[in-house]
Every structure is written in structure tokens, then in C-alpha cells.
């Protein structure tokens, strides 16, 4: 038992960062852990950061001290992942296909931080330790730890060991995913699963693949299985809210069909889309596709959660 132990506490994975005292990923106060990869593209994403799986250089120039500084054009980064361009000294500019090879390592010689790594390799006991720091918030909120991304699943022995180690310390556990993954994933993270918060963003497969880049059947198949296959897990469906992309009542309907007929589905959440995320595309050197769209307005959301509300009898 005790080699069993030891071995779970090396599994590795990639993390992007672990945040605590959440308190919307689940129930009671929660530290969420942040994995990277991502099966879908949805264009309206706001954590352009966790798709790759590896970790990955950032670069945000109004850190960058441009001439003054210019260590990045010189050994060991990659020759012509940085340069000036012609006539302006004041800020580096980035060959984004060439720094790709820049290691965190490498990033930590920039100076004034201009230069940063989004994600780095841990294992389940480094992990916990964060975690357990949290311990007595969890035991007065009945909160725990959440697993997020990226898509959880994508890192499934990672996954399943952080969960099941958390389980062996006490600790209530949830996952935040969109289950575009194959079921044989699934099956290695879901039994150690107390709360599995899912997405549903688009029921019609066409529209979910012009919006995410893939087709739903495999996602809605999953969490159907998942439902019949867990009957224990507490799951809550959930939709980023997006006007133009699925604010409508046909959208949330056809959600609520969905998940109806199983009672350990026992909720259904909106997150109303936003735009907080922006300044991470620049850093990355990626291009934002939905920059016309808006927050949806109280009112929508409103009637919306009214139809939820009568759905799960909460109406009176």
C-alpha cells in the first residue's frame, strides 16, 4: 500500500497555475488546478493559454525595456525569435514560430519579466501541498479541490492520480470539462469524482463544430454514459452564454431535454460570456475571432434562468 502511495505522488502532469479560494467550480471554497490541453477551439475562449499542452512563452511588451535591455537576442534564445523592427529600438517584436522553442528556463533570464511561461510540470505531492494548505476552509465550506483546464481529460493518469490522492486525504473533488475526449479517459478519472461540472455549449452538432471546431456526438455521448455509468456523481450541465452563438431559448431547451430524464444532474448553470481574456491572445501571439461579440444583458440571462428554474421546480 504504502508503494502504491508513493508512486501516485510522482505521477506527473502539466500545470498551468492553481488558484484558491474559488468559490463558483463547485460546492463551498474550493483551490482550483489548472491543467493545460484542449481538445476544442472554441472562439470565444477565454484561456487561449491552456490549449497547447506543453507549456509555452508569453510576452507582454510593456514589461520589455526594449535597447536598454535586448538579452533576448542573444544565445541561448532561439537566433530570430526576437527582433527589433526597422526604426523602432523601444520594444522587441516576436517570431512566435521560432520562440515556441524558448524553455522556461531560457524565459527566466528576461530581466523585467517581460518574458513568462504559461504551464510547468508537477507532480500529485507538489500539487497537494498547495491544496492541503486549504484544508480547514474546505472542512468549515464543504468545499475541496477542482480540477479545470484546458479539458481535464486530455491528461487522464494525472488526472485520476490528483483525484484519487485527494480522496485518500479527505478531500471533496470536481472537474471542470467539456468530456471531448474518449470514454477510456473518462473511465480512469470519473471514479474519483464527487461533482462534475460539464458544458454544454452547442446541442446542434453543426453549430458546435463552426463555433468549437468539432461535432458534438462524441461530447453529448460521453456525458450521457457518464450520467448512466456514475450514478453517484453530483453533474452540473453548463453553458457559456454567448449572444449570437447560443443565447436563445431553442439552445437552453434543447439543454434542459438533455438532462431531465437523469436526476443526478442537478443543476444547470449560465456563465454569461465576457471579454477578460483578451490581453493573453496578444501575449501569445494569437488572434481573437470574436471580437463583435458582447456580454449577454441581466434581462436574457434573467428569462433564461427563469426556464431553468421551472425545469428543476425551483419556481413557486
Given amino acids: 500500500m504504502k508503494t502504491q502511495t508513493t508512486n501516485i505522488l510522482e505521477v506527473t502532469g502539466t500545470v498551468l497555475n492553481i488558484q484558491r479560494y474559488c468559490s463558483h467550480d463547485g460546492p463551498g471554497t474550493r483551490t482550483n488546478v489548472f491543467i493545460k490541453g ?3 477551439r472554441c472562439k470565444w475562449c477565454g484561456n487561449p493559454e491552456s490549449i497547447r499542452l506543453k507549456p509555452e512563452v508569453s510576452y507582454d511588451p510593456q514589461k520589455c525595456d526594449g535597447k536598454k535591455c535586448s538579452i533576448c537576442l542573444k544565445a541561448p534564445f532561439p537566433e530570430g525569435g526576437f527582433y527589433f523592427a526597422e526604426g523602432d529600438d523601444s520594444k522587441v517584436k516576436v517570431n512566435w514560430q521560432l520562440a515556441s522553442r524558448v524553455s ?3 524565459a527566466s533570464l528576461c530581466p523585467t519579466g517581460a ?15 498547495e491544496v492541503e494548505k486549504d484544508s480547514s476552509i ?23 492520480a490528483l483525484l484519487e490522492e485527494a480522496h485518500n486525504r479527505g478531500i471533496n473533488t470536481a472537474v471542470e470539462t467539456a468530456c471531448n475526449a474518449p470514454w477510456s479517459f473518462l473511465e480512469k478519472v470519473l471514479p474519483h469524482v464527487d461533482t462534475m461540472l460539464h458544458d454544454l455549449k452547442l446541442m ?9 471546431g468539432v461535432g458534438n456526438e462524441r461530447i453529448l455521448a460521453n ?3 457518464a450520467y448512466e455509468t456514475f450514478p453517484d456523481i453530483d453533474f452540473i450541465a453548463r453553458t457559456p452564454l454567448i449572444p449570437g452563438v447560443n443565447a436563445d431559448e431553442e439552445h437552453i431547451r434543447a ?10 444532474v442537478i443543476d444547470y448553470e449560465l456563465l454569461p460570456y465576457h471579454r477578460f481574456g483578451l490581453g493573453k491572445y496578444e501575449s501569445l501571439g494569437v488572434v481573437y475571432e470574436l471580437d463583435d461579440y458582447k456580454t449577454p444583458s441581466d434581462e436574457v440571462v434573467k428569462r433564461f434562468q427563469v426556464m431553468i428554474d421551472e425545469a428543476f421546480g425551483r419556481n413557486k
Fill in 255 to 264: 439543454v434542459l431535454e438533455f438532462i431531465k430524464p437523469h436526476k443526478n
Fill in 204 to 212: 446542434n452538432s453543426e453549430r458546435h463544430k463552426k463555433w468549437t
Fill in 138 to 160: 474546505y472542512r468549515n465550506t464543504g468545499g475541496g479541490m477542482t480540477i479545470s483546464g484546458g479539458e481535464v481529460m486530455l491528461q487522464p493518469d494525472f488526472a485520476a
Fill in 38 to 40: 484542449c481538445s476544442l
Fill in 115 to 129: 518574458l513568462e511561461m504559461f504551464g510547468k510540470t508537477m507532480n500529485v505531492g507538489e500539487v497537494l501541498d
Fill in 223 to 225: 456525458f450521457k454514459k
Fill in 104 to 106: 522556461s528556463e531560457i
